[in-house]
């Protein structure tokens, strides 16, 4: 497979150079808009770059592409079943390549060492719209910079994810409600994280805690938090209607937090969060914390955020920060949502793996790779 990208004024530039260099059986693989040229970030020229594809055994000899010759004739234009295997090899190929990522989004387009940071930023898998933030502010930077070789590529990251993360707002108090509520799909480690939550009251705060659990879908879903409650010596309520909701809350009315969990099943299911309202009183003064695993797909948690906007959510917990090696999607979702980021769990220990959310923290994770000094 030979790739080559381009930079030209429009498409039609684009496609004769591409036929010119790799033949008419060349494939585009992706087009994007760019600035070129410019002084300090000023006066830039907007560029089309495209990047195109050929199997070198399809190419065949290379032939002057003329826009001008006549189209051959209907006869010539059939695909005979050999060439049309050939198509289909290439179509095959392609789809490999880009399934693999090998043409980053972002690479060989930045000035200088401006490259690594936007291959990093990509391989955590922060937007591509996020990535080009940073990658403008750090491209105006490089201009204005007159030692190229002094450039510290972390600090300037961390500086340029700080700026474009400003608005951006992560927990900082304790809890601001009675009630607080962990909803999430199947599988992210909700009834885990509650017990951590509770822990953390209970020992650190001295609050009298209790549970009450809905989450009777789940054979041991039960048994588990009831043997988080022997062990923190606190009552559980097990709930099943919105009557027995009731019930329980006036059963705890002399407890300073209760904690509530919830079903976990598949979000997809478009029932999923309307029967979670029918069995939880979310009219009430309540905090609940939308819970994700940072070892699923940012489109996945992108589709369960709309899911659960239904019973709109307070807050974001990030589990599993421990199995997974990228970080990105913590950035896309803090972008891309107004709702702050609350805790992130760093393993199973109950209940010393939880930690208050901290910017510092994600930023410096985002840039470890990257060179310092």
Same mark, same amino acid.
């Given at each position: 497979?030979k ?17 010119? +260099? ?5 494939v585009? !693989?992706?087009?994007?808009?760019i600035?070129?040229?410019? *002084?300090?970030?000023f *006066? ?10 050929? %199997?070198?055994? !399809? ?10 010759q ?17 198509? &289909? ?7 490999? !390549?880009?399934?693999? $990522?090998?043409?980053?989004?972002? $690479? ?9 940071v ?6 955590? /898998? ?11 502010? !750090? ?8 030692? #190229? #070789?002094?450039? @510290?590529?972390k &600090? ?5 994810l700080?700026?474009?993360?400003? #608005?951006?707002? *992560?927990?900082?108090s ?9 909803v999430?799909?199947? /599988?992210v ?6 017990a ?8 650190? %705060? ?13 054979i ?22 919105? &009557? ?12 300073d937090?209760?904690?509530? @969990?919830?079903a ?18 979310? $009219? ?10 940072l070892? $699923?797909?940012y489109? %996945?948690?992108? %589709?369960?955020? +709309? ?21 990105g ?5 803090m ?13 199973? @220990?109950?209940?010393d793996?939880?930690?208050v ?8 994770q ?5 060179? #310092?000094?």
């Amino acid at each position: 497979m030979k790739v080559k990208k381009i930079v030209v004024n429009d498409m039609p530039e684009a496609m004769t150079k591409i036929k010119e +260099e790799l033949g008419q059986n060349a494939v585009i !693989l992706n087009s994007r808009s760019i600035e070129k040229g410019g *002084f300090l970030g000023f *006066f830039t020229k907007k560029k089309l770059e495209v990047t195109a594809a050929i %199997d070198p055994d !399809l190419r065949g000899p290379k032939e002057k592409f003329n826009p001008r010759q006549p189209a051959p004739p209907a006869s010539d234009q059939r695909k005979s079943p050999a060439l049309s295997q050939e198509i &289909d090899q290439l179509r095959s190929a392609v789809n490999k !390549l880009q399934s693999q $990522s090998a043409v980053p989004k972002h $690479s060989g387009i930045y000035p200088g060492p401006l490259n690594q940071v936007a291959s990093c930023l990509e391989k955590e /898998g922060v937007q591509s719209t996020y990535i080009q933030e940073v990658m403008e502010k !750090l491209t105006k930077q490089y201009y204005r910079e007159d030692n #190229h #070789h002094a450039i @510290d590529l972390k &600090d300037w990251t961390q500086s340029a994810l700080t700026e474009i993360l400003a #608005h951006t707002r *992560f927990q900082t108090s304790g809890f601001e409600t009675r009630y607080v509520n962990v909803v999430g799909p199947t /599988g992210v480690g909700k009834t885990t994280t509650l017990a951590k939550m509770a822990s953390r009251a209970v020992i650190h %705060d001295q609050k009298k805690v209790a549970f009450i659990t809905t989450d009777t879908y789940r054979i041991a879903a039960v048994e588990q938090l009831k043997t988080y409650a022997k062990i923190l010596n606190v009552p559980v309520e097990v709930a099943y209607t919105i &009557d027995d909701f009731s019930e329980a809350q006036r059963k705890l009315l002399d407890y300073d937090l209760i904690f509530i @969990d919830s079903a976990g099943r598949n979000f997809r299911d478009a029932d999923y969060v309307e029967q979670l309202k029918g069995v939880i009183d979310f $009219s009430m003064d309540m905090q609940t914390h939308l819970v994700l695993a940072l070892t $699923s797909k940012y489109e %996945d948690m992108a %589709d369960i955020i +709309e899911q659960f906007k239904l019973i709109q959510p307070d807050r974001i917990i990030f589990t599993k920060w421990d199995e997974t090696s990228t970080y990105g999607a913590i950035v896309n979702v803090m972008k891309e949502t107004a709702l702050p980021i609350s805790y992130i769990t760093t393993g199973q @220990d109950v209940p010393d793996d939880l930690e208050v959310a901290n910017k510092q923290k994600l930023i410096d994770q985002l840039v470890r790779k990257l060179p #310092h000094g």
